[in-house]
């Protein structure tokens, strides 16, 4: 009789085991997965955050690293800017704009590609601080990038290089002067090297239609100053074609406007 307990007491043992060891019920399973969808829901928008982050800053060490090798390049030259004059024959897409960045790539540790025809075309170890890590391309439909210089290798980047005239398009690019550094009246407030999607108030870095290279995305660019530091700032447009009131320097022979020399310009944002 004892034997028969003891035998029907491990039978109750063994059940109990089994059914401790019972596999999860469908809903408890759809709980776990709604648990890591809220989980990776709250997690995702940081982390994105958190690269656009380091993106932006990526970019904003390009800026800095450009603007004091403009400084530098200034320096060697009786602190003088790059002319247009200077642009060879035929000249390079939107002038000195973009073609100062052929004459400071020495300052910056990569060296000159006449054959180039991309990015990957550019040499030296610090090729691409002329491209911004986020950087989505040109507007669409646009017959080509509005970034090429003479080599055709890219710059995300432009200098402020209409330094005397109010609209470039309107003047022949090869009678623009220089100028000193030392001339311009407000070096906190003047840039010297930007994201060349500010010059048409565009910007990739907060885009809140998801298009690239689209205007009026909250403007937000980096721009390096004349006196070398460099700021992640807002600039508005009335539009994004047409004369521009004000000036993008105030330099001290007291040039024409284009966009205010302070950077707090905002008219009219969309």
Not at 34 to 57: E, G, V, Y
Not at 139 to 154: A, M, R
Request: charged content about 15%; overall charge positive; some cysteine.
């Amino acid at each position: 009789m004892k034997s028969t307990e003891s035998g029907m007491s491990n039978l109750n043992c063994g059940r109990r085991h089994s059914a401790g060891r019972r596999a999860f019920t469908l809903i408890e399973l759809l709980v776990v997965i709604a648990i890591i969808a809220i989980l990776a829901a709250m997690l995702l928008p940081a982390l994105a955050r958190t690269k656009a982050k380091a993106l932006k800053t990526q970019c904003m060490n390009n800026v800095k690293q450009i603007t004091v090798g403009m400084i530098l390049y200034c320096g060697d030259y009786n602190d003088t800017t790059p002319g247009a004059n200077g642009v060879p024959s035929p000249p390079a897409q939107d002038g000195i704009w973009w073609w100062y960045k052929e004459l400071i790539k020495p300052y910056v540790g990569v060296r000159a590609t006449p054959s180039a025809t991309s990015l990957n075309g550019l040499t030296g170890t610090n090729a691409a601080v002329f491209a911004c890590p986020k950087d989505r391309g040109w507007p669409p439909n646009y017959p080509k990038p509005l970034c090429q210089t003479l080599s055709v290798d890219y710059s995300s980047y432009i200098f402020n290089g209409v330094n005397n005239q109010a609209d470039d398009d309107a003047v022949n690019l090869n009678n623009m002067l220089s100028f000193k550094l030392a001339s311009v009246r407000h070096p906190t407030r003047t840039w010297l090297i930007g994201e060349w999607s500010f010059s048409w108030a565009f910007s990739w870095h907060d885009s809140l239609t998801g298009n690239a290279n689209r205007a009026y995305n909250n403007c937000l660019n980096n721009l390096g100053f004349v006196d070398g530091h460099v700021a992640y700032l807002r600039i508005y447009y009335d539009t994004v074609s047409g004369a521009y009131p004000g000036g993008y320097y105030t330099y001290a022979s007291g040039g024409t406007p284009f966009i205010p020399a302070g950077y707090d310009y905002q008219n009219a944002p969309d």
